[in-house]
């Protein structure tokens, strides 16, 4: 938990020392002043979440600086120290944005317990905020679904990104493949959950205002900064910053980048002062960055500071064993979603799902999935409401007649003219089909039992059961 700033602004050296040493004494970081002037500077350097504020200065209104603070600051607690004989001037300072406020004389340990019921309520709208936000991304999880060995492997990297608390993670794929999934993951799975989570497209934002995005401005910074602005590196703090397509992030802007990994420091447009973060940075990129090194059109320094903990998401087209899982989970997220009853898919549906190379990965899936189950108006969702890409994929091959491994049987090439099988008169051998084909496979990729399994479309553990119980040993190998 992040250690948390107060500043008390009181006119009486016994106030503001009594006030301090309690504070301090229950674990807040705590400064303090004695006049306005003072206060100004000290709320610029020391940057207090709180201010407990006199009303009454020697040369200074505490509702004017209360307004200053408010307005450098829209988020900053802020306690009024008010006698009884100024209780107007408490009623307008709550009028103005004051969050509650303090009469003298004062009871210590109530000042305690006001001070805690601040941060609290600061805290409370936070996590309503959060909360708020997570609901709109309530369908955004739905890439990362999947048992194959690729999928483990990232889940494994998720795992150890998220409890060893790593600062610097490089998330790499496609687009559509679920890098921004990957980061919520890490940060919703580690000990920074609790605290923002934000993140910004670098190729969504002109390169005149990425930097006031990420960095904030000072008031005065520019024509129309009328107030001080937080960047997402200071609204983040303790949480995650999630930099997407960050290869197409301007060069002076990585280098900037670079310091604040570096440094754990940055600056507002118009400061003057380092401003710590305490971050975790998330950077994605659908782009091959060592190449982008090599052409100088990504800087080398930054792209080693980032890949130290790398997470290579694959394909679609190179995971297909994952597709009927994922076509599962979108029926059940798809019914809740549209009121809809679909129970599964034909055959012939999931055939062309599991033999298209899905170049949108699985955004794309989903959008099939979605525009299908919008047309169709069984339970059983057919694979005519595909788009004609996707639908022609299935027309070159057929199902094996009877059961087989999943919701449809074992695909089997077209051998006839009309692109079927044809079952001759007098029957034939499943067995010695399937061994057939097996061989052929082998034979093809000269033993090589992975592309031979990725070719009759089952697993390679499936594969090595076949080839043991038809006696095919010396005719297959591992390798990869």
């Keep these: 938990m992040r250690e948390q700033r107060v ?15 309690m504070l301090a004494g229950a674990g807040y970081i705590v400064q303090s002043a004695m006049n306005g002037a003072e206060a100004r500077q000290k709320f610029q350097d020391f940057v207090p979440e709180m201010v407990l504020l006199d009303v009454r200065l020697p040369d200074a209104n505490g509702v004017e600086l209360l307004r200053e603070f408010k307005a450098h600051d829209d988020d900053i607690i802020v306690l009024m120290i008010t006698a009884y004989a100024d209780a107007d001037s408490a009623v307008s300072a709550l009028k103005i944005g004051a969050d509650d406020y303090i009469g003298k004389p004062f009871d210590v340990e109530n000042i305690r317990h006001i001070v805690d019921q601040g941060f609290e309520k600061k805290k409370l709208r936070k996590e309503v905020d959060f909360f708020r936000r997570e609901l709109r991304k309530k369908y955004d999880y739905d890439n990362l679904i999947g048992n194959s060995s690729k999928m483990i492997e990232v889940f494994k990297m998720i795992k150890v990104c998220a409890g060893t608390d790593a600062k610097i993670v490089l998330v790499l794929g496609e687009s559509g493949t679920g890098k921004e999934l990957v980061a919520r993951a890490i940060h919703y799975h580690s000990a920074r959950s609790q605290e923002p989570f934000i993140e910004i497209n670098c190729a969504a934002i002109p390169d005149n205002l990425l930097e006031n995005e990420l960095f904030g401005h000072e008031k005065g910074a520019y024509t129309d900064a009328s107030k001080s602005h937080k960047g997402i590196f200071e609204a983040a703090a303790g ?3 999630f930099l997407d397509e960050i290869g197409d992030m301007p060069l002076p802007m990585q280098a900037k980048i670079l310091k604040v990994i570096d440094a754990r420091k940055f600056r507002r447009l118009g400061g003057s002062r380092d401003i710590d973060t305490d971050v975790r940075i998330i950077a994605a ?4 960055l060592p190449y982008m090194v090599k052409e100088g059109t990504f800087r080398g320094d930054l792209f080693f ?23 599962n989970y979108f029926i059940e997220r798809l019914n809740e979603e549209y009121g809809r009853g679909v129970q599964g898919t034909s055959a012939e549906a999931l055939e062309c799902l599991q033999r298209y190379d899905w170049p949108g990965n699985v955004r794309e899936l989903r959008n099939a999935m979605e525009r299908a189950m919008m047309l169709e108006p069984g339970t ?4 005519e409401f595909f788009n004609h890409e996707i639908r022609q994929c299935g027309q070159a091959s057929v199902k094996k007649p009877g059961p087989g491994p999943g919701p449809v049987g074992r695909e089997v ?19 010695e089909v399937e061994k057939e084909l097996i061989q052929q496979a082998l034979a093809r990729f000269n033993g090589n039992q992975t592309r031979a399994a990725q070719c009759l479309r089952m697993s390679r553990d499936t594969l090595r059961y076949r080839i043991k119980k038809f006696g095919l040993q010396s005719a297959g190998r591992d390798d990869e």
Excluded: F
């Design 7 to 21: 500043l008390v602004v009181d006119d009486e050296k016994l106030v503001c020392w009594s006030l301090s040493q």
């Design 413 to 431: 090439p077209a051998v006839a003219e009309n692109g079927y099988i044809t079952l001759p008169p007098q029957g034939i051998s499943i067995e």
């Design 239 to 241: 949480g995650t910053v």
């Design 380 to 383: 059983v969702l057919s694979h």
């Design 285 to 288: 990129t659908n782009q091959d």
């Design 305 to 327: 500071r980032l890949n130290v903990m790398s997470i290579p998401l694959a394909p679609l087209r190179e995971r297909k064993e994952d597709i009927p899982s994922l076509v």
